[in-house]
C-alpha cells in the first residue's frame, strides 16, 4: 500500500487566504470555477484582500527594545507622556513593521500599548 503524503497548508497571511479556504472546505470555490471558468479572477481578488487585511505577526523583539517595555509595563499604567509613547512608537512599528505617526487619538495608543502587552507577556512566558 502506498504512503499518502501529507499536505500542510501554510498560514493564511491575510483575509484572502481565509475566505478561500472557507470556500474550497464548503465546495463553493469548485462550483464557482465549473460556472465562471478555471480563471474566474479568483487568485487576483485573493491577493488584493490579503495586501488590503493582512495578518501581522510582530517580529522579535530586540533585549534593548524588552528592555523598553519592560520599563512601562513593570508598573500598570495608563497614561504615557509623549517621549515614552515614542519609545513604544518606536518598538511597534519596529516589531509589527508597521509606520504609525504620533497620535493624540487615545483609542489608537491604546490599541498599540495592548499589541505591545501580548507581545511582552509572551516574552516573560505569561498567559495571554
Known sequence: MAKKKKVTKKAPEGLGDSIENVLEKTGIAK????ILG???GCEERKNRLNAMFRYSK???LTEDEYNVLDKHFKEDKNIFRPSEQ???RAVY???FNKKTQPTSCG???RDLV???KKVY???KGEKK
Open 107 to 109: 483609542s489608537c495608543l
Open 86 to 88: 515614542a519609545e513604544l
Open 58 to 60: 510582530p517580529e522579535c
Open 121 to 123: 507577556k509572551e516574552y
Open 38 to 40: 478555471e480563471d474566474c
Open 114 to 116: 495592548y499589541n505591545l
Open 31 to 34: 462550483v464557482a470555477k465549473f
Open 93 to 95: 512599528n519596529r516589531a
